[in-house]
Nanobody
Framework: QVQLVESGGGLVQTGGSLRLSCTIS????????MGWFRQAPGKEREFVAV???????NYADSVKGRFTISRDSAKNTANLQMNNLKPDDTAVYYC?????????????????WGQGTQVTVSS
């Protein structure tokens, strides 16, 4: 089992930046890929970004060029740098781990989840 704990959420104005961090513990070696998802009120959980085995990254079109996902294996963390934030980015952000080295950008491809951290972007 992998345990995930997110941090770094908060309130920011439009155009601002936040950095989310996900601390990975337990069977860290099994977390071959790490992803970030988000869920806004009244909406389904949606894919944001993934860093796959071999440091291959993919992003949702809505965040491409503004968000950057990274992983620090020495510190057992996965991070999401979010720049030029917009009100539409407001959501609870979830860190997720997959045992698959190249998971599809769907929630069902990730077996471990954090509790989520709130990001609110004011206009």
């Amino acid at each position: 089992q992998v345990q995930l704990v997110e941090s770094g959420g908060g309130l920011v104005q439009t155009g601002g930046s936040l950095r989310l961090s996900c601390t990975i513990s337990g069977r860290t070696w099994s977390a071959r890929s790490m992803g970030w998802f988000r869920q806004a009120p009244g909406k389904e959980r949606e894919f944001v970004a993934v860093i796959k085995w071999g440091a291959i990254t993919n992003y949702a079109d809505s965040v491409k060029g503004r968000f950057t996902i990274s992983r620090d294996s020495a510190k057992n963390t996965a991070n999401l740098q979010m720049n030029n934030l917009k009100p539409d980015d407001t959501a609870v952000y979830y860190c997720a781990a997959s045992t698959d080295s190249s998971p599809s950008p769907l929630a069902q491809g990730f077996g471990s989840w954090g509790q989520g951290t709130q990001v609110t972007v004011s206009s």
